[in-house]
């Protein structure tokens, strides 16, 4: 899709995207996380406001994407259900829908991932970084536990699964396991090469404003030309990759019709700068009503008057923040 075409959809009224966090709390601590998990769970009011704004939109939209977003979503896994079954009376109205989901893949045991796939969520993002002895020092339990073994449990068990789906296992690469990554690579293509529901998305850890900033030991600049050969070993081994084509990409948050619902019902743009106060555009209230400020959301869709790349790209580091 060229880059011509992500604007003109990212400026129709006839598409809209919705972030939803269900939750804002997580059964995770893992060490780059810029969450706070101040906020709860989304309570039954805020999930009837976003129904009956499904319901109020319906009718001027042939496009409609969910993604469900955290904290951990599955933590909250029955609004999840509750919005995807009233989605499907959307269905009778020529809309297209799909849903993805960003999971710590924690609790996606066979009956959950059975129960998403008949929900139509069919797109999975799951972090993995690398193997256990370095998974298990990054995404840990809140209780401190390692996390590694039951997520590749999980992710062996959806093979089994003969359905239509994708799965992107997400690997954030560090100073610490950049070396030991070749290997997962090849353990990952020993189970999964040749089948394109499974995919690798390699990816240098960045500082996003989490408590441990300080610590993190990301990747120094020569060093991020190695993750193209990493994705090309992957390649080799009949694994599919995905990267950012930074020439094509509209960032979901310069897109005016894409809105992140959080779970206490505040409306921002971007999942990641949750507490900048520019991030605060808006409410949902009830009867799917919302209420916007307008000028906050042009801030940052100013990439798409500007043809700025950079801005379309990321807002939020290219103009947002330094206002």
Known sequence: MSLDTNVAMA??????????????????RCTYCYEDFAIGRMQDEIVASILALLDRRAPELSELTISWFGGE???AVETIFSV?????????RHISISSDITTNGYRLDSPLFVRMLEANVRSYQISIDGGASHHDRSRILAN??????RIWKNLLDTKKVNDHFVINTRVHVDRDNIAAIESFIADFASEFSGDN?????????SKLGGRNDAALRVLEKAQLQELQALRDLANFLGVRTSKLDEEEYVCYAAKPNSMVVRADGSLAKCTVALSSEWNRVGHIQRGGVVAIDSEKVRVWSHGLSSGEKSEMLCPWNAYVRAL
């Open 11 to 28: 400026l129709s009224h006839q598409f809209m995207h919705l972030i939803i966090l269900p939750t804002e709390q997580c059964n995770f």
């Open 73 to 75: 979503p599955l933590l």
């Open 84 to 92: 995807m079954e009233h989605l499907k009376g959307l269905h009778f």
């Open 144 to 149: 401190g536990r390692g996390t590694f073994d």
């Open 197 to 205: 529901r499974y995919g690798l998305y390699i990816r240098h850890v």
